[in-house]
């Protein structure tokens, strides 16, 4: 990896203390005044004021002459706040939601934060670029750093800071956002994610008004259940899939977020974004630096569709751990055995999956607890011995019965939580989550342990690497966290800083990660947390792929990977294939319309497969065999969303194209009756290149009744006319695959 840094240091006609040394004064030109940081189409443009503000004036189209802005006349009168910042702090002029709020060592209330240097390095060839922009408060020593990287392929932009206390005590910071990010438009259409257990990741849109809006978690783990810390903006037009200018923003931190949109009296749209302030002050003491997270934000000129492939192109390439490892295929073990189950229901269904064409199985919950064997969800959770009367001859032999059958193994842990009817919690009460002289709520039987504690974390860390040792053959972890913090409290940290643990706790779980990461870079680790709860690119550093949730229910997986889709690449998305009617919606399906939806994903399965006909297990054979063939456009492919299932009347298109054009996989559902007069939908195709042509294939279907299959078509007809299968009863679906003709 080449490096460039290129110092630009800039200081005005005041010293300014910096690590404790104050720098000369000298003359600035206006070029050093321009900060116009770049992508391949995109600008994020500031300039330091004459007053050494740092200003922020424009995200959006590449802007190549930045100059201009500085000569701009501002007509905002002073006595209502300044123009906006580039990371805006409490004091001075500012009465609106700042980025930073601290208490000094003095107890000085405000940070009036000025320009001192910024310097960049050229990363990753080139492609990489990461501008460190220093600030100082006018008065008191304390240092602030905006650290931007810019990623130019893939038009996406990070922010996060690092605050430094030069003084002599500690101070107190109240407000600790990853970025500021000021942004005009007529109007702005905020596109959200909400739900709940089995229901994360829908969407819903809503016109920012004057005043605040926030999204925001306070529950400390599975955060992402109820909200998601990610948003899309369209700016002076409702969301459109291919039209119009839009904002994706992501927040890469797996605890307690929050993300602010503020319209103020100039109709400017302020964001901040990081982590969630509540109950969570944090003393600096002297010399101390505290890291934000980033926050990623990318702009589409070209809809909603552009802010995905913008982030999912990212995220691939930077962020989701090992993304060009193939995720296999698998079956878990959960709702086809749950906790009912021994050797031999285990080898039956490795077997089943060999015979289908599965490439690994997962063993879920139910096989540890010695004193307390975990044969329901109510005790044993944190005794990891294997039980021997479920499986007398150990994790060893199953995963070796996989290997023998051409299957990769795989097992589940819940390593944060504890029941209290365990032995854990008997020898060692101290390391749970819990207030002295308060109940200790539980969910699900559990308790939370403290990861804030390093004795805890060795444990969590441990509880991998044993299970790691019982086979070498072991190449697969379903991580789970099955409950969020309540009665927070710590043994660990002292009393005056409790506030520290909803921060600590997510630092104390990203140590443990970092561990295992170093000795164990290959293992492929499930982030599950109830389901979707752990939904975000923080945890991606660490885990090849989410469970996105427990609902299982084909219908329901609509909804839930169409959201999730919207900013997580396919790469991630666990979607398996389950029974009928399935266990959480009670939902009837047929099998085709099942294994259409989980295809979109990374494909599973979770049954019992002795529960299938031969029909169903030569249909799901063959299925998993079409899979296979078209598992790298939909991992690595460029995703273009035909038809909305909030817009299409109970219909759903999406598609996937590989990168160089050659091929692509089109998937159709239809989910309510469409009737006599409702059937006739185009379903024109995107990202192809028009002067290709293309062998259209249906999958899935013994027998294909679209007109057009296996004929030769061109990319310009399918781009302006696209395909048209006749989809008009409840759960009909088709799945095309379109190869370059030679």
Not at 19 to 32: F, P, Q, Y
Not at 303 to 318: E, I, Q
Not at 408 to 429: D, R, T, Y
Not at 615 to 630: G, H, Q
Request: with cysteine.
């Amino acid at each position: 990896m080449n490096e460039r840094k290129i110092s630009l240091a800039v200081v005005f006609l005041f010293p300014l203390l910096i690590s404790s040394l104050a720098m000369k004064a000298k003359t600035v030109s206006n070029e050093d005044r321009v900060i116009n940081l770049q992508t391949k189409d995109l600008s994020m443009i500031m300039t330091v004021g004459k007053d050494s503000t740092l200003y922020f004036h424009h995200f959006g189209r590449k802007i190549e002459d930045a100059t201009p802005y500085l000569d701009k006349i501002s007509y905002r009168r002073l006595d209502y706040g300044t123009d906006p910042h580039a990371y805006l702090a409490a004091g001075g002029r500012n009465y609106r939601n700042s980025a930073l709020r601290v208490t000094h060592s003095d107890g000085d209330l405000n940070t009036e934060l000025i320009y001192v240097q910024h310097e960049q390095q050229e990363l990753s060839g080139g492609n990489v670029v990461m501008t460190t922009i220093t600030m100082q408060d006018r008065k008191q020593p304390l240092k602030v750093e905006l650290v931007v990287t810019a990623y130019r392929e893939e038009n996406v932009f990070t922010q996060k800071v690092n605050i430094t206390n030069l003084q002599k005590k500690e101070v107190v910071l109240h407000n600790f956002y990853s970025s500021y990010l000021p942004v005009r438009a007529k109007k702005y259409y905020l596109n959200s994610f909400y739900g709940a257990w089995t229901q994360e990741m829908f969407m819903e849109e809503s016109l920012l008004n004057h005043g605040v809006k926030s999204i925001e978690n306070q529950m400390g783990v599975r955060t992402t259940h109820t909200e998601n810390p990610s948003f899309v903006l369209s700016l002076d037009m409702p969301l459109n899939e291919h039209a119009g200018d839009v904002i994706g923003g992501a927040l890469a931190w797996s605890g307690n977020y929050k993300i602010n949109f503020q319209v103020d009296d100039f109709d400017i749209l302020n964001i901040t974004a990081g982590m969630n302030p509540y109950a969570s002050e944090y003393f600096l003491d002297s010399g101390e630096t505290f890291h934000t997270p980033e926050m990623i934000y990318t702009y589409s000129l070209n809809g909603a569709g552009g802010v995905s492939r913008n982030l999912h192109d990212w995220a691939r390439r930077y962020q989701v751990y090992d993304a060009d490892a193939t995720r296999p295929t698998l079956l878990n073990s959960w709702e086809g055995a749950y906790f009912r189950f021994d050797e031999k229901t285990i080898t039956d269904m490795i077997d089943d999956a060999a015979d289908i064409g599965l490439e690994m199985f997962v063993l879920d919950d139910g096989w540890f607890g010695s004193k307390y064997p975990r044969n329901n969800d109510k005790q044993g959770l944190g005794d990891w011995q294997v039980i021997k009367d479920k499986l007398p001859r150990g994790i060893d032999y199953l995963a070796n019965y996989a290997e023998e059958k051409g299957l990769q193994f795989g097992i589940w842990i819940e390593p944060e939580m504890v029941n209290p009817k365990s032995e854990l919690a008997e020898n060692h009460p101290d390391w749970v989550v819990k207030t002295e002289g308060r109940p200790i709520p539980t969910i699900r039987d559990q308790w939370l342990l403290d990861l804030t504690n390093p004795e805890v974390q060795d444990f969590v860390f441990g509880v991998f690497d044993d299970v790691m040792k019982q086979s070498d053959k072991i190449s697969y972890i379903k991580w789970d966290a099955n409950r969020h913090v309540e009665s927070v409290g710590s043994a660990f940290l002292p009393a005056d800083r409790q506030s520290h643990f909803w921060i600590k706790y997510t630092q104390g779980l990203y140590n443990v990660y970092e561990r295992i990461r170093m000795k164990y870079p290959d293992v492929l680790i499930q982030a599950c947390s109830s389901g979707g709860g752990r939904v975000e690119y923080g945890i991606l550093k660490y885990h090849q792929e989410v469970w996105t949730s427990d609902n299982t229910d084909a219908r329901s997986r609509i909804f839930i990977q169409y959201g999730t889709n919207m900013i997580y690449p396919a790469l991630v998305i666990g979607s398996h294939v389950s029974v009928v009617p399935n266990h959480q919606s009670k939902n009837i399906t047929p099998l085709k319309f099942r294994f259409d939806m989980a295809m979109s994903g990374r494909f599973g399965m979770e049954l019992q497969p002795k529960n299938l006909s031969e029909e169903e297990k030569l249909f799901a054979k063959s299925a998993i065999e079409n899979y296979k063939r078209i598992r790298d456009i939909v991992m690595q492919g460029d995703l273009y969303r035909i038809i909305s299932p909030y817009e299409g009347k109970g219909l759903y298109a999406l598609m996937y194209v590989s990168k160089d054009k050659k091929r692509a996989v089109v998937f159709d559902y239809c989910f309510e009756y469409q009737g006599r007069t409702h059937n006739s939908q185009s379903v024109k195709l995107f990202g192809l290149d028009p002067a290709k042509e293309y062998k259209v294939t249906e999958l899935n279907v013994d027998k294909s009744n679209y007109w057009g299959n296996n004929k030769v078509v061109s990319g310009e007809y399918l781009i302006n006319e696209g395909l048209n299968p006749k989809l008009e009863k409840m759960y009909e679906s088709a799945l095309f695959l379109l190869e370059e003709a030679n």
